[in-house]
């Protein structure tokens, strides 16, 4: 079964440069979530978004922006990078449209961005 | 405010022996809770997913338990093996008005190393 594809896996950037996260979610999942990991840390909520609408915003730095686009990719751009942005970035998708009683919701494998 | 606590913060068991992770929740109004289990730089996949009326899931080897009356929930490692050295991440969503976006609270997890 399909599962969510995040890109790129790995990404090395330099101290006050930009980067742009992407996420592929589940083929026919209508909302998608952003998260930070830090090293040992519990993944922290940055922003959902629900059939290209911004749902939900958690801790997102204003550095940071997000969107969906028409075919539900999504895409984290972060700019200004700084040392503690140096974690792991999950996406995960789950369909609330669906008329599911729960949203379980299905992650990405990460992408393990470090900042030098 | 909304708090999943679990315990203990790490074990280390040997392979072949049974184990059993804590959660408590203080997240309102409740709607499920997960149990997802994370290898190192992974992203976290799910175990199992309990409504307010489950008391009890199983998937092959992990069972959960949930009593929603004292708010909390057991994660029972059975026969264990050495690929279930990972974290175990006890999650609860919490559904926000209007039913349809929900959000997670994440425990910090339980690091379980199986040794051989």
């Known amino acids: 079964a399909a599962g969510v594809i995040q890109s790129p896996r790995h990404l090395i950037k330099e101290k006050r440069e930009t980067a742009t996260l992407k996420c592929y979610p589940i083929?026919?999942?209508?909302?998608v979530y952003w998260y930070q990991q830090g090293p040992g840390q519990d993944p922290q909520f940055l922003i959902s978004?629900?059939?290209?609408?911004?749902?939900d915003k958690g801790s997102i730095p204003d550095r940071f922006s997000a969107q969906q686009f028409s075919d539900y990719h999504s895409e984290l751009n972060m700019s200004s990078l700084e040392l503690g942005d140096s974690a792991l970035y999950f996406c995960?998708?789950?369909?609330?449209?669906?008329?599911?009683?729960?949203?379980?919701?299905?992650f990405g494998p990460g992408t393990r961005l470090t900042v030098l | 405010k909304n708090q999943v606590e679990q315990s203990p913060q790490s074990l280390i068991i040997l392979e072949g022996k049974n184990c059993t992770l804590q959660?408590?929740?203080?997240?309102?109004?409740?709607?499920?809770l997960r149990w997802y289990k994370q290898d190192t730089g992974r992203g976290p996949v799910s175990l199992t997913i309990?409504?307010?009326?489950?008391n009890t899931k199983s998937n092959g080897r992990y069972t959960a338990t949930l009593d929603a009356d004292t708010k909390q929930s057991s994660l029972h490692i059975t026969a264990s093996q050495l690929s279930d050295s990972a974290s175990y991440i006890c999650?609860?969503?919490?559904?926000?008005?209007?039913?349809?976006?929900?959000?997670?609270?994440f425990g910090k997890g339980t690091l379980l190393t199986v040794n051989p």
């Open positions: 995960a998708s789950t369909s609330l449209g669906a008329g599911y009683s729960y949203n379980e919701q299905f």
């Open positions: 978004f629900y059939e290209k609408m911004q749902s």
């Open positions: 959660c408590n929740y203080t997240v309102s109004p409740f709607s499920n």
């Open positions: 083929p026919r999942h209508d909302t």
């Open positions: 999650v609860v969503s919490a559904q926000r008005s209007g039913g349809s976006n929900y959000k997670l609270t």
């Open positions: 309990m409504t307010f009326s489950e």
